[in-house]
């Protein structure tokens, strides 16, 4: 009887994890984008509207981004961008604050996801240890070692983790917060991660950039941008068993995201 007890008790200790509600932001395009830089052997005389996106998923008491968007003066030199909106700034059209944000789980560290992370004054950064010791150190020994990734990214990624307020995720299949679990991706960058999140209509992966469009997936065809296609594969085919349903496998720049689920707000989705 105490046993049983003492059973009942613990499980009566461990409460159940949250089922999270998730959206997609769009809160930028990049004009006739080449579809060769995003799928493998695409036709190179193809282009489509790159939507710029990241994730805001609710629930548990917290508020969290998946990626963080860009905002630095640069970028807009370099790129051609329409319908730019501040990433914390769009928040607005949920209802929300840049300071309501609790957790930012930055995928990698490519300057259209993580140039952002400083924007959001409360935010814990989340990110694969291995993406941080590789672009704040050996990344920058050689010019063909860092493409994609920012310098003022990275200074202001070591002026957050100074500040107390950066988790570094050690390796595959780790829970960061109840109910959301990271994995280590298909060599997007040097340690690229993707997440899955508890929902009620089962589990969602936002796969981010290792995998660009849905056409990845359904044609089994690696990103254009990868360190190693073979691993990019591998983590695509493995989304499919974690996702309760392929549908529920979310690219990283789809326009077709928005079309796909229910629309809550101009350029709002909710992911369900």
């Known amino acids: 009887m105490l046993v049983l007890l003492a059973v009942g008790w613990a499980g ?6 949250p089922q999270y509600t998730i959206y997609a ?5 990049v004009p006739d984008f080449a579809v060769k830089g995003l799928v493998t052997g695409a036709d190179p005389a193809r282009k489509m509207d790159l939507a710029m996106i990241y994730w805001l998923v609710r629930g548990g008491g917290r508020t969290i981004l998946v990626d963080s968007g860009f905002y630095r003066p640069q970028f807009f030199k370099t790129w051609t961008v329409k319908d730019f909106a501040m990433p914390a700034e769009t928040l607005a059209r949920v209802g929300l604050k840049p300071e309501d944000i609790t957790d930012v789980v930055i995928t990698h560290m490519h300057w259209d996801h993580a140039d952002g992370m400083d924007l959001f004054p409360n935010a814990r950064i989340w990110l694969q240890k291995d993406e941080y010791s590789y672009y704040t150190g050996p990344a920058w020994q050689s010019a063909k070692t860092h493409g994609g990734i920012e310098p003022d990214d990275v200074l202001a990624l070591v002026k957050l983790n100074i500040a107390g307020r950066v988790s570094l995720v050690d390796g595959d299949d780790q829970a960061i917060l109840p109910g959301i679990r990271a994995y280590t991706g298909g060599k997007h960058t040097y340690a690229s991660q ?10 969602v992966v936002l796969a981010s950039d290792n995998m660009y469009l849905y056409e990845n997936l359904d044609k089994h065809v690696p990103i254009a941008q990868t360190l190693d296609a073979t691993s ?3 983590a ?8 309760s349903d392929p549908r529920l496998i979310v690219p990283g720049h789809d326009p077709a995201e928005f079309e796909r689920f229910p629309k809550v707000a101009p350029g709002v989705v909710e992911i369900k």
């Open 232 to 234: 990019n594969l591998k």
């Open 194 to 203: 993707f997440v899955t999140v508890a929902t009620a209509a089962g589990t």
């Open 12 to 17: 009566a200790q461990t409460p159940a994890p």
């Open 236 to 243: 695509q085919d493995r989304m499919k068993t974690l996702a």
């Open 25 to 29: 932001i769009r809160y930028a395009t």
